[in-house]
Each structure stands twice: as structure tokens, then as C-alpha cells.
């Protein structure tokens, strides 16, 4: 099971980052039922800073109330879904220009080499599950390294809220999100794109070619969501 939190001052800090934790990686489902006493349990404290806790995700839409006061786990629908895909496409598209503006040179360089290392796992031919959360992985890891290239916590405070329901979807409909081999390729030239622009401290191209590139990602995701939301014919 999960480490019991340790007593301090944070308590209520530490159960907000396990739940937030568990609600973004999907632990806990979109539309699961919580309880205070429930999660108190889970995470070893008592039921005050659980509540604190879940006060702070209501805040951030990660949680929900009904009008008996029953506590869920959001769960966003797909026109929720769309107006949050916008948010990040902003979003990640002014950290782009920041990490352009004020990204060290080592970071560039780390970002650079993440999308070399996305491109050598693409190039290879053995395509499935453990691959694909690889390659997941390391795009999340490049969207990642901008964010901080940026400087600004704000900004990756916010694009973490914005995103909090992404992980889990795009684990579950990732391969099905690429419809052939070029799609993927296409998305990987995007990541070269702001790559460069943020090499060359241009950051107009790097912001322009991040909100590209979110917004496709996303319209491609939210196609599917769609499709398997609908009823079938």
C-alpha cells in the first residue's frame, strides 16, 4: 500500500498531493464516489486534513458535490474536456515563449534530447502497449521540461489543473489517437518545431508552434472521446 504520511504542519498539504495524485494517474476513477472517512482511512490521518484537502481539489474542479453533499471525482464530459484542451493549448503556449526567453543552456539541451529520444522510440517497428506508454511518457516528460524552462510556478500550477484528467484518457486512448505511423510522425515534427524555436530564443515561433501542436494533439483525443461517448449505430 501507499507510505502512511508523516504528522506535521503539512498534513493537509501531504493528503492533497496524494489525492491529487491518485485522481490525475487514474487511480481513482472520473465519477468515483469518496468519503472522508474513506480516504482518511486510505491515507492513514484523520478526517481533518482529508477535508481540507478535498476542499482545495473542489476548488480546482478535480472534485464535485452533488446536492446531497456526496463527494466524486470529477468527471468532465467532452465539451469540458474541449474547453480545458483550449486552456492548455494557451497555457503551455506562453510557457513555450518563456522557456525561449529564459530556458538555461542546459535545459535546452535537455529538451532537445527528448525529442531525439521520442523520435528513436517512433522509429521502431515493434508497436504496442509497454511502447507506446514509453513514448507517452517521454513526449510528457519534453511538455514537462518546457514547463519549467518557463520559471514561473504559477504558470505550472495552472497548467497542471488544466490538465489533471489528461494522463489517464491519454494512457487509455493513445494508440488509437495516431491513426497511422505519419500522424505520429507528425506530432514528433511538431516537439523539433518548438524545440528549435526555443533553441533559437525566438519565442513568437516556439508559443505559435506549441499551441499548434497542443491543439491537434487535443482535437485528435477529443474526436475519440466523442466517438465512444456516443451511442453506437
Not at 476513477?29 to 484523520?46: C, F, M
Not at 542546459?106 to 517512433?122: G, H, T
Not at 495516431?178 to 500522424?183: E, F, V
Request: proline share 3%; hydrophobic share 40%.
Amino acid at each position: 500500500g501507499r507510505p502512511k504520511l508523516t504528522t506535521g504542519p503539512t498534513l493537509s498539504d501531504q493528503a492533497y498531493k496524494a489525492l491529487r495524485e491518485d485522481i490525475t494517474t487514474g487511480t481513482l476513477q472520473p465519477g468515483q464516489r469518496l468519503t472522508e472517512r474513506g480516504l482518511a482511512e486510505h491515507l492513514g490521518v484523520s478526517p481533518t486534513p482529508v477535508r481540507e484537502a478535498l476542499q482545495r481539489l473542489e476548488h480546482e474542479r478535480l472534485i464535485e458535490r452533488d446536492a446531497v453533499r456526496a463527494i466524486r471525482v470529477a468527471d468532465p464530459s467532452v465539451a469540458k474536456l474541449r474547453e480545458l484542451s483550449l486552456i492548455e493549448a494557451a497555457l503551455r503556449g506562453v510557457a513555450a515563449r518563456l522557456a525561449a526567453e529564459r530556458a538555461t543552456a542546459a535545459e535546452v539541451a535537455a529538451i532537445v534530447a527528448a525529442c531525439d529520444r521520442a523520435e528513436a522510440l517512433a522509429d521502431n517497428d515493434d508497436w504496442d502497449e509497454t511502447r507506446v506508454r514509453e513514448l507517452l511518457e517521454v513526449t510528457r516528460g519534453f511538455h514537462r521540461l518546457i514547463d519549467e524552462a518557463a520559471h514561473t510556478q504559477t504558470l505550472i500550477d495552472m497548467i497542471s489543473t488544466a490538465t489533471a484528467f489528461d494522463w489517464a484518457f491519454r494512457l487509455k486512448w493513445s494508440v488509437e489517437s495516431h491513426q497511422d505511423a505519419a500522424s505520429l510522425q507528425r506530432s514528433l515534427e511538431q516537439h523539433r518545431r518548438v524545440a528549435a524555436a526555443i533553441e533559437a530564443r525566438d519565442g513568437a515561433a516556439a508559443e505559435e508552434a506549441m499551441r499548434h501542436h497542443t491543439g491537434s494533439r487535443a482535437e485528435a483525443y477529443l474526436a475519440i472521446a466523442a466517438g465512444t461517448t456516443r451511442p453506437a449505430h
